[in-house]
């Protein structure tokens, strides 16, 4: 079935460490986007890429890398994580869509802790 | 900037009464509004958009320009409406991106 898949689903490591969260579909859509969620603060955009060249920082790119490997696969990377980093990942895709109206799919998202 | 506003964290409310969730937007040209909804082990997932008018689930909601808002309404809340709820906005441009607000916990009591 067609759809967006992201691994770990959940990781627990330290300060400091280097961790990558990866992201893979199904739906041949162009553009991907890496969103974190914390309570009380929604979802915030981090990076997002509308094709395999192109790489957008969002609100929140401090501390974050991304890579864009294929069509289908969009990794974000942290390179130092720090436990404010602790929250929960959501990779999303869309299409353009008519008029640009695209919806975005979301993965099941990637729940990290950084002690 | 753009800025998406829900100023309730939660909501809660008795199943069979009407359902009103906040949105307001700051966007100084047209956007474009949704509203996605997360029900608990699911995915998020679209509800609706302004621009397709249409009902889901009995849930309807009006871009309002002048009140830059895009309130979601159902006159008769149900249990399984119990999610959480996120209004977003896409500046209507091929290159952009979709900004969420902070979300609205809806809790139906039975």
């Known amino acids: 079935d067609a759809d967006v898949t992201q691994t770990p689903r959940n990781r627990i490591t330290k300060t400091g460490k280097r961790i990558m969260l990866e992201c893979s579909q199904t739906k041949g859509h162009d553009r991907m986007y890496w969103y974190r969620q914390d309570p009380g603060l929604g979802l915030r955009l981090i990076y997002y890429?509308?094709?395999?060249?192109?790489?957008n920082k969002g609100e929140i790119s401090d501390g974050y890398s991304v890579s864009r490997q294929a069509q289908a696969k969009f990794s974000l990377s942290l390179e130092s994580a720090i436990p404010n980093q602790t929250a929960l990942y959501f990779c999303a895709t869309s299409d353009l869509g008519q008029g640009g109206a695209g919806e975005l799919f979301f993965g099941e998202g990637s729940r990290l802790t950084v002690l | 900037a753009q800025r998406v506003t829900q100023p309730e964290k939660l909501l809660s409310v008795f199943k069979g009464a009407p359902v009103e969730l906040k949105c307001n937007y700051s966007y100084s040209g047209s956007p474009e509004l949704f509203w996605y909804v997360q029900y608990s082990r699911q995915r998020l997932q679209l509800l609706l958009r302004?621009?397709s008018r249409e009902s889901i689930k009995g849930f309807t909601a009006d871009l309002n320009k002048g009140e830059t808002s895009f309130h979601l309404k159902k006159p008769f809340a149900q249990e399984e409406d119990s999610a959480m709820y996120y209004c977003?906005?896409?500046?209507?441009?091929?290159?952009?991106?979709?900004?969420f607000g902070s979300g609205t916990r809806l809790s139906i009591r039975p």
């Open positions: 977003a906005l896409r500046p209507y441009s091929s290159a952009s991106k979709i900004i």
């Open positions: 890429s509308f094709d395999v060249k192109d790489i």
């Open positions: 302004h621009i």
